[in-house]
């Protein structure tokens, strides 16, 4: 178990794509409307909207084109061939990018705490870590079905337009949605992002009574979206979605 | 069980169409068997129901030991390596994949054999295409299996990686792993089979030694029998 995790880890570590993503593009935005916008207010809802966003783009974005890679180059076939078990294997990939994710997540709220002189406390701190991870583990099996459903870069970078528009622009990422049109609203509701920046804040506010609703909902979004993962996952290649499952 | 594998009457099909109708196979310890005939003849699908990647609608396959996945190596037709990963990592996880810790002493040697000490560090997705068949036949030998798959190890190499190849198919041979390998390149086959089978329209049409087929069939090449035993007209 050890070695395949410290390889995905060092794959991970060396997905250039993946980490400016993850990493430098939440600071470019950062220090970009950090310039603009000197509101504390605004300021803390930005950080924790660009902390959700990075770990978002490098655990869905980065898992689904890998995944989709990986199955076309064929080593989920040749995995079959040897004794390691499949899920197993699932199961090391998403705890290695999603160790690199989480460091990544914490890199940038860091810096951005600093830069915008966001006061954590301990507790605020301990209280974020369970939902960064739930988090990334939600968004790591939507990459996952992702990489199921398409099969060549395009056709991955379609779908990923389809995840990734409604959850960067319908969630209170970059703006309030308080003032929204109804229908928005509740448009975010239904959008696993919305209660994983809520419950982000919360931890942040060093609220657990505030963050434990918005935690439960996550976690329900993200059974669902495991179970779809595994569902909708493809050994082969040539094989249509359907087949694989009889298989 | 005599033979490493017996594969008996095994029968895919996809919708109306029989990909195999019927292929038995069997491979003994040591030996290297050349799987031949025309591309959809039914061979990959047969290996792959062989090494359990895809489920028979007929007929049933007999290993000589219930751990037979520790014990087989695989090379498939596309060569799949993980993204970042140098030659060297790649062999140390697959190892692990089939539960061996590769030690660096193997994993020099193997390298060696292979060909590929001075690429050992190289991201293996920047080798070229003959070293990156080198190092999936690598991959194949990590565990030290007494058989290993060899599906078309030298499609599409030019002639000197091809030769290479071939080295290193019979030096493993002769270590005594058992190979099993499809090839459309008859100058191939002769070198290195000890058994031809030749697989048309999802059935085995022929079976033996290169020169007794040749024999049999009064061909004065490999690369005539195969034309005579896979005439459309004939099948």
């Known amino acids: 178990m050890l070695i395949p995790f410290k390889a995905l880890l060092t794959g991970a570590l060396r997905d250039k794509m993946s980490l400016f993503y993850g990493l430098v593009f939440p600071v470019i935005m950062m220090i970009v409307l950090g310039y603009f916008f000197k509101d504390t207010a605004y300021r803390q809802q930005l950080l924790i909207g660009l902390v959700a966003l990075g770990g978002f783009f490098f655990t869905m974005t980065g898992t689904g084109f890998e995944v989709m890679k990986q199955r076309r180059m064929g080593v989920y076939k040749l995995l079959r061939a040897t004794p390691f078990k499949i899920s197993t294997f699932v199961a090391t990939l998403t705890a290695a990018r999603g160790l690199v994710a989480l460091v990544c997540s914490l890199l940038v709220f860091a810096g951005g705490a600093l830069y915008f002189g966001v006061r954590v406390s301990l507790t605020g701190l301990v209280l974020m870590l369970p939902v960064l991870l739930l988090g990334t583990v939600c968004f790591t099996a939507m990459g996952f079905i992702l990489g199921n459903l398409g099969s060549s870069e395009t056709q991955v970078a379609g779908i990923n337009n389809l995840f990734q528009l409604p959850m960067t622009f319908g969630s209170p990422i970059f703006y309030s949605l308080n003032a929204a049109p109804q229908w928005v609203q509740v448009l975010s509701k239904c959008l696993p992002m919305s209660h994983y920046i809520a419950a982000l804040k919360a931890g942040l506010a060093g609220d657990p009574g505030a963050m434990a609703l918005p935690l439960l909902v996550l976690l329900g979004f993200t059974l669902v979206i495991l179970a779809a993962a595994v569902l909708t996952f493809r050994w082969d290649p040539d094989s249509s979605l359907l087949r694989i499952q009889r298989a | 069980m005599n033979n490493l594998i017996e594969a008996k009457n095994l029968v895919k099909r996809y919708g109306d169409r029989t990909t195999v109708n019927g292929i038995s196979l069997s491979v003994a310890p040591g030996e290297v068997v050349a799987v031949i005939g025309p591309n959809g003849a039914g061979k990959s ?191």
Not at chain 2, 77 to 88: E, K, S
Not at chain 2, 201 to 208: F, H
Request: net charge negative.
């Open chain 2, 45 to 235: 699908t047969t290996i792959e129901m062989i090494l359990g990647l895809r489920q028979p609608d007929g007929g049933v396959v007999h290993y000589w030991t219930e751990e037979h996945r520790r014990e087989i190596g695989v090379q498939l037709q596309t060569t799949p390596f993980f993204p970042g990963l140098t030659a060297l990592e790649n062999l140390h996880l697959f190892a692990a994949f089939y539960g061996v810790k590769l030690t660096a002493a193997d994993a020099t040697a193997l390298l060696e054999a292979c060909k590929l000490t001075d690429a050992a560090r190289t991201e293996a997705s920047r080798l070229s295409g003959g070293q990156q068949k080198r190092l999936a036949i690598a991959v194949t030998m990590v565990h030290k299996p007494r058989i290993i798959f060899l599906d078309e190890p030298t499609a599409a190499l030019d002639p000197r990686a091809r030769h290479e190849i071939r080295q290193l198919i019979g030096q493993f041979a002769r270590a005594g792993t058992a190979v099993v390998f499809t090839s459309h390149d008859m100058e191939e086959v002769g070198k290195l089979a000890d058994r031809v089978v030749l697989i048309a329209a999802g059935q085995v049409k022929a079976e033996g030694s290169p020169t007794e087929l040749m024999a049999r069939f009064q061909a004065s090449s490999l690369d005539q029998l195969y034309l005579t035993l896979t005439d459309e007209e004939a099948l």
